[in-house]
């Protein structure tokens, strides 16, 4: 289940659709499940910032309940990205025996599609800078606010560096995006930091090939970061955060430097140490 708050509310019908009418098993892949611990005012003010006002917290935790609950009624099986995600469907009444962990899958043949041309593209922008790489789409919860604060420290080391936020923007988030020009503009950053808006998958192997180390700075859980997944198939350093699912597939100073979320000074130690 993924996509705008509209596709994720009609999925229950959908499903009741197929289930009843089509008559086909339903197997429903959970990508993220937000506990509902997490959804106080301060989670519902940083997704929808000025906004947050037209957005009540208990219709919010009424809306998740109607989603999980029915969304699983009609489903025969429940997979889930990450094994902490499996007793959090089980508090909006879904039954254990459907929820299964599946793990998320890594590609082997990494290069096969590696296309020079979009290299050489990309080797003009970053113009032999060391490049500090967001993968993802541009919404509040992924933490980018914390990063700029982070990057501005970094540049006080490492002034031959650039930070590539990659990602599309999605139209419900576009004050978000509006936020964080503003602050990179207040902050000087203009030149050290650039937007590519949404990255087609023929460029991602160049882009993270070409890329010294991944940041995802998330501030709240998800189910699965295709990002991290993608650092494991291009074999390239990883900060993170403390949240899931990271702590659930990384070990810090082994597989990955985990740092707390909204900890700008060591997000930008642990960004320094691996460039």
Not at 173 to 180: A, D, E, N, T
Not at 223 to 231: E, H, K, L, T
């Amino acid at each position: 289940m993924f996509g705008s708050t509209l596709t994720i509310l009609f999925s229950p019908i959908l499903l009741l659709l197929v289930k009843y009418i089509v008559k086909k098993p339903c197997v429903t892949t959970l990508h993220t499940v937000l506990d509902p611990e997490w959804i106080t005012y301060k989670f519902i003010k940083e997704m929808y910032g000025k906004l947050s006002f037209m957005v009540p917290l208990f219709i919010v935790k009424i809306a998740l309940f109607y989603v999980y609950y029915f969304t699983s009624q009609f489903s025969d099986v429940i997979i889930v990205h990450s094994i902490s995600h499996i007793p959090i469907p089980q508090k909006y009444g879904v039954d254990k025996r459907k929820i299964f962990f599946v793990p998320h899958g890594i590609k082997t043949n990494t290069f096969n599609d590696y296309d020079v041309n979009l290299e050489k593209k990309w080797r003009k922008l970053i113009q032999g800078y060391k490049i500090v790489l967001f993968f993802g789409y541009i919404v509040p919860r992924k933490g980018l606010e914390v990063l700029l604060d982070a990057f501005k420290k970094v540049l006080e080391k490492e002034n031959r560096s650039k930070l590539i936020l990659a990602g599309g923007i999605r139209k419900e988030y576009i004050w978000y995006y509006k936020q964080l020009k503003e602050k990179i503009n207040r902050d000087n950053l203009s030149s050290s930091v650039l937007f590519t808006g949404y990255i087609p998958t023929r460029e991602i192997p160049v882009l993270y090939s070409l890329s010294d180390v991944l940041v995802l700075p998330y501030t709240y859980p998800v189910g699965n970061s295709s990002p991290a997944m993608y650092a494991i198939q291009f074999e390239k350093p990883l900060v993170a955060t403390t949240v899931f699912p990271f702590v659930d597939e990384f070990k810090s100073g082994v597989d990955a430097l985990l740092v707390k979320p909204f900890n700008s000074g060591e997000l930008a130690d642990a960004i320094i140490k691996l460039l």
